[in-house]
């Protein structure tokens, strides 16, 4: 329980006024059993009803008092309810942005909804129904038994009995409960998960005639599922059966010792009143325990979800107001330098990076500098590592730390951090020749290099700025643009939610796209569906590339960003490109190098390195790795 409760935070307070108009609620059935008691008492003497009108006016009293705290409760309840969710989905959406969508990558996107959907829902009925039936269950049937032992001690611990082996036992089952939950909730994500993947992939399932065989995936999936819950309530019905047999147990109990006892004069007419009254009224609240005991099933296993999202690690850890910046080698460095509005130069610095889970790193030791304003390419084989340098610019993620030395290694020369002057001479290497010198790859159960990389902009490294200020410089297209279900306006207000009608207007004009946002139904306040679908690939770049031009950020990174569209569209849209790179210092990642041929300086990269540099007619001349691409794209063509 100590591992779910820590979840309560931001609805504590709810749930202990919840708590408490339960244990009112309770009291409101005790009072009224006394009265019933002497009602009935009453009656066998021969009262007339006008002799019991005082009595009735209070149980009257009390039954109205009690619909009002059942409302209250149910007032609180859902408030409970509405504070939990948003407390723990506030922090679970937080860690995920914090995450980010390198460390994402991996996962589906239906286990990570499943986990910020599925396990707040279990862990707010826990909060908002069980812990008040819980401290309702114990607290009201001990006030009743203290009440009826005052009367009677034996029967007193009677319903004492009866009252903790109803409370305890049901719990004896929670480690078993919980384990079949867990393989419940296992099933139900999956299942989750790839029911959204058939409908985002419905269109390729019909394409190639694999609807069926997904069906019949499926079906297998949700029959798993069955067994699991089946599995789970053949254990939860043992705890409903404790439950009741304790219950109605305790009542005939209780009915039959005060009978006999009333039979042998043992026990006065009043006190068997009150202990056939009392006895239901104590075990009353255990009833409702037990209608709220399922919630417990997957309150476990959504506390352990939710602590192992938690407790990923940041790839690109953002600056806590208040903590001073820590330089990769454990230096302090000096203060951040305020955002550069002119194009500021782009650096890394002997860069390695290993995504989570890989084997060996995406980039090995990349030096790259690039100068204000100045446009260079990055270009390579899929998996070379061109994306990755943005994705490491943005902070989506930071290089690898160093990892210590073994004690036998030789001690290396340091490498300074000022990576060696770039000429225009092409330079070619071998994508996998040994280095003889310097920091080695960061990779899983090796030697680290001596010193981290670093990713600076304007000489600054980005791991010393908050991630809002790095990321205000720098303005990203990308091959899959991705647009919101909601109109133009609010997707072209993501990067500058302060834009002026006037501002979308040039925005849109400069992108090539006021054309057709003019002919849209709504203009910039048509619903442009989701994902853009309502949209060309074209008009979705355009669109994209209005966006970067909002936010006006001097460093530009261009990411595939002609690749989705048709070979008339790219040549539009790249020249749109090319007015949006002007005056900034722009990194292009291309897969097509027909459009990189007029950038200052072209970057291959193979394996996670750089292989050759240069510009465009230099590297045809070298006839190395650029050369070989741009014959087999010519080739292919």
Known sequence: MAGILRYARGAGALTAATTAIRLAVGATYIAQAFLLADVLVAILRGDGVAEQAGRFGWILGLVVARAALLFAAEETRARTAGATKIAIRERGFAKVAELGPVHLAGDRAGDVTATLVDSVEALEGYFSRYIPALVAGIGTPLIAVVALAVTDGWLGLVVLAFAIAAVTGPQLWLGVIGDRSDERMTATIALGSAVLDT?????????????????????????????????????????????????????????????????????????????????????????????????????????????????????????????????????????????????????????????????????????????????????????????????????????????????????????PQTPEPRTAEPRTAEPRAPETAGPRASTPGTAGPAQAGRVC?????????????????????????????????ENLLLTRPDASEADLGRATAAAGADAFVSELPAGFDTVIGEAGGRLSGGQRQRLAIARALLADAPVLILDEATASVDAATEAAIHTTLEALAAGRTTLVIAHRLSTVRDVDRIIVMADGRIVEEGDHTALLAARGAYHRLVTAQEAAA
Do not use: C
């Open 457 to 489: 902009i304007g000489d600054v490294d980005i791991r010393t700025l908050p991630v809002d200020q790095v990321r205000s410089q720098v303005a990203m297209v990308s091959q899959r643009t991705h647009l919101f279900n909601g109109t133009v306006r």
């Open 199 to 415: 409908m985002q992939g419905m269109a390729t399932l019909k394409v190639f005639g694999a609807s069926r065989r997904r069906r019949d995936e499926l079906d297998v999936l949700g029959q798993r599922l069955i067994a699991t819950w089946v599995r789970e309530m053949a254990v939860a019905l043992i705890a409903g059966a404790i439950f009741t047999a304790s219950i109605v147990g305790g009542m005939a109990a209780v009915a039959w010792a005060a009978g006999s006892r009333l039979a042998d004069g043992g026990l006065a007419v009043h006190a068997a009143f009150l202990a056939l009254v009392l006895s239901a009224e104590a075990l009353r609240p255990i009833a409702v325990l037990a209608e709220s005991f399922h919630t417990t099933y997957d309150a476990g296993g959504a506390a352990r979800r939710l602590d192992a999202l938690f407790a990923l690690e940041a790839p690109a850890p953002d600056l806590r107001p208040g903590t001073t910046p820590t330089a990769p080698d454990g230096t302090t460095p000096p203060g951040p330098s305020p955002a550069p509005k002119a194009a500021p130069t782009v650096a890394f610095e002997n860069v390695t990076f290993t995504y989570p889970g890989a084997r060996t790193p995406s980039l090995r030791n990349v030096s790259l500098r690039i100068e204000p304003g100045e446009r260079v390419a990055i270009v390579g084989a899929s998996g070379a590592g061109k994306s990755t340098l943005a994705s490491l610019l943005v902070r989506f993620a930071d290089p690898d730390r160093p990892r210590a030395e073994p004690q036998a290694a030789a001690p290396q020369t340091p490498v």
